[in-house]
């Protein structure tokens, strides 16, 4: 018999803008610095040319690293028997942990209303989930598994 799942959510991080914005803005930042560095070139302050092309390189490179960071996720399922968190990031493998609904504790942060952080913990064991949630979406979220967890503790088989 098949038990029933009381939750079953996949977080997600907020993504990043479409690859063409952030192409434009590159191209944009790319032409100011490329005057800039022109301008100053011209005065006889060729060193800080390589500086405005350095500034240019750390935008792409933050672009680039918000894309692949973007791909994370993290699924959560809830069963009458298990509690599962499955991390997913790009380049490492999926990180699995299974904890037992019946002796979890949902513990957020504080201050309440802006949480930090949202801890599942049990027998001295701790799994921290929503790490990229915002504080209202790390909120909402903790109070849906803490009605999901006792649902699934008060679930009796028929």
């Known amino acids: 018999m098949d038990e029933p799942v009381f939750l079953d959510a996949i977080l997600r991080p907020n993504p990043p803008m479409r690859p063409e914005v952030l192409r434009a803005i590159l191209i944009v930042v790319l032409t100011i610095n490329l005057a800039f560095a022109v301008g100053f070139m011209l005065r006889g302050a060729w060193p800080i040319a390589p500086f405005m092309g350095l500034d240019v390189a750390l935008l792409a490179w933050a672009f680039r690293a918000s894309r692949i960071a973007a791909q994370a996720s ?24 299974l904890l037992n609904p019946y002796w979890v504790r949902v513990q957020l942060e504080e201050p309440a209303h802006m949480p930090r952080s949202l801890t599942l913990v049990t027998h001295g064991k701790s799994v921290q989930v ?4 915002g504080p209202r979406e790390r909120l909402s979220f903790a109070q ?11 679930w009796r088989p028929v």
């Open 144 to 154: 849906a598994l803490k009605q999901a967890l006792g649902a699934a503790r008060a």
């Open 74 to 97: 993290e699924h959560v399922r809830l069963t009458h028997s298990e509690l599962s968190v499955v991390r997913c990031t790009p380049r490492r493998p999926d990180e699995t942990s």
């Open 130 to 133: 929503g790490r990229f949630l």
